[in-house]
T-cell receptor, first 114, second 116 residues
Framework: GESVGLHLPTLSVQEGDNSIINCAYS??????FIWYKQESGKGPQFIID?????DKRQGQRVTVLLNKTVKHLSLQIAATQPGDSAVYFC?????????????FGQGTELSVKP | ETGVTQTPRHLVMGMTNKKSLKCEQH?????MYWYKQSAKKPLELMFV???????ENNSVPSRFSPECPNSSHLFLHLHTLQPEDSALYLC???????????????FGPGTRLTVT
């Protein structure tokens, strides 16, 4: 399953399938990006990050892809599990000389069907 | 469980009440943040404190008053709130606000605030 992040806030996938959550960022000078997961009743939890000098970074069952040409970020979750159901946020940081603040996207709600 | 705790977890208050939200981090960080999270909207940064000094006020109404007595504690004092202020208020911490080696912020579970 695939979403377009800011434009499609929900994504429903079958357990075991791969999920792709997309995010468009705004500042071409942003140099660091983070994906957060927020489960119901909890605060956002760090998943994976990537710096602007990289195109891809892999974690455990997750991969983040960065396309600086079109200012696009994606989170791929392999073999999606029911525990992956949550809202996923991308965040970009403004360059260091602008305080390094995190700017969050709207979020995509991932629902995993058993 | 993160190293950032928030109390209370839920709060219902009238528009004339005064209440405070508390955040405590046990991570040895020096930067702390308040965010507002409303339904269907991105997290909105409210305030940033770095080494107890406020470095950012993101045009927040004066009915929200932050306080940071030390690097481990952050408060948000609330008075004469409006119903539209009902939201999840999240606290976060980071090593320090200007740390280029790590931008990750660690979040608490939030306080669900309802203004009646």
């Amino acid at each position: 399953g695939e979403s377009v992040g800011l434009h499609l806030p929900t994504l429903s996938v079958q357990e075991g399938d791969n999920s792709i959550i997309n995010c468009a960022y705004s500042n071409s000078a942003s140099d660091y990006f983070i994906w957060y997961k927020q489960e119901s009743g909890k605060g956002p939890q760090f998943i994976i990050d990537i710096r602007s000098n990289m195109d891809k970074r892999q974690g455990q069952r997750v991969t983040v892809l960065l396309n600086k040409t079109v200012k696009h970020l994606s989170l791929q979750i392999a073999a999606t599990q029911p525990g992956d159901s949550a809202v996923y946020f991308c965040a970009e940081t403004k360059p260091y000389n602008q305080g390094g603040k995190l700017i969050f996207g709207q979020g995509t709600e991932l629902s995993v069907k058993p | 469980e993160t190293g950032v705790t928030q109390t209370p977890r839920h709060l219902v208050m009238g528009m004339t009440n005064k209440k405070s939200l508390k955040c405590e981090q046990h991570l040895g960080h020096n930067a702390m943040y308040w965010y507002k999270q409303s339904a269907k909207k991105p997290l909105e940064l409210m305030f940033v404190y770095n080494f107890k000094e406020q470095t950012e006020n993101n045009s927040v109404p004066s009915r929200f008053s932050p306080e940071c007595p030390n690097s481990s504690h952050l408060f948000l004092h609330l008075h004469t709130l409006q119903p539209e202020d009902s939201a999840l208020y999240l606290c976060a911490s980071r090593t320090k606000a200007w740390d280029q080696s790590s931008y990750e912020q660690y979040f608490g579970p939030g306080t669900r605030l309802t203004v009646t």
